[in-house]
């Protein structure tokens, strides 16, 4: 399990109990009617087919993913949200970015800062540990999509950096600014990916133990509960064995 988490994955770790998923709902809802303000057709709209393929992925009704997009296009929802990031270590000093969505910067600032303080961390400076990342365009295929060979070829095609294929999935890497010609050029050739999005990637990671793994899950989940926390990134990895131990 890689150190980050985006609107996929946010309502898997521990289940999809009700109240995580309204949560998740709250958060993909808020992103919609945002990115639907930019332009209300996901043919032209990345960060809205990215929206939309993480409300598909949370089961969200299509009525009240519909509502969302209508309502940010129409321009019904006035509400001023700002993106912001906050950057910090976690317990073990493990490097974190958080990017939130908020129309109340005191408020997002005072949950972070809370987050991060009750659970062995401490909030830093922006750019403070920014540099230990990257910022990628990330298109995710499952595996049955096509085999490894032929998305690696449409892949670099169509401008990617890189493409990892594993068991799990095909995992598709684009310089930010390559990102959009890529997913549309994939998309016309493989269908709809799995996710997709721009996202910040660490250039190293630390294996953790148990222990360090509760920690800074427990401080990734505080950070979740939020509203206006849209994804968490940090530079951790954990092995199989350690995740089935936590999963006991």
Do not use: C
């Amino acid at each position: 399990m890689a150190g980050h988490s985006q609107f996929k994955n946010i309502m898997h770790r521990k289940g999809a109990q009700d109240a995580k998923k309204a949560k998740v709902f709250t958060k993909i809802i808020r992103e919609l009617t945002v990115a639907a303000r930019a332009n209300p057709d996901p043919i032209g709209n990345p960060r809205l087919r990215a929206a939309i393929l993480a409300a598909r992925e949370s089961n969200m009704p299509k009525d009240t993913m519909d509502r969302a997009i209508k309502r940010g296009a129409g321009g019904e929802d006035q509400t001023n949200y700002e993106e912001v990031r906050y950057e910090g270590y976690g317990p073990g000093g493990v490097a974190v970015i958080v990017e939130a969505l908020t129309d109340n910067r005191n408020r997002t600032a005072t949950d972070v800062r809370t987050a991060f303080s009750k659970n062995g961390g401490s909030l830093g400076e922006t750019n403070s540990v920014s540099f230990m990342f990257e910022r990628i365009g990330n298109v995710v295929y499952p595996v049955a999509a096509a085999s490894a060979d032929a998305m690696f070829e449409a892949a670099l095609e169509a401008g990617a950096r890189d493409v990892e294929s594993t068991d799990e999935g095909h995992n598709i890497v684009s310089e930010p600014d390559d990102y959009a010609g890529v997913l549309s050029t994939l998309e016309k050739k493989f269908g709809a990916p799995k996710s997709t999005g721009i996202i910040w990637r660490a250039q190293t990671t630390a294996p953790l133990d148990k222990d360090g793994a509760e920690s800074i899950l427990k401080m990734i989940d505080a950070l979740e509960e939020s509203d206006d926390v849209r994804a968490v990134y940090a530079n951790f990895e954990v092995s199989d064995e350690v995740m089935s131990q936590l999963s006991a």
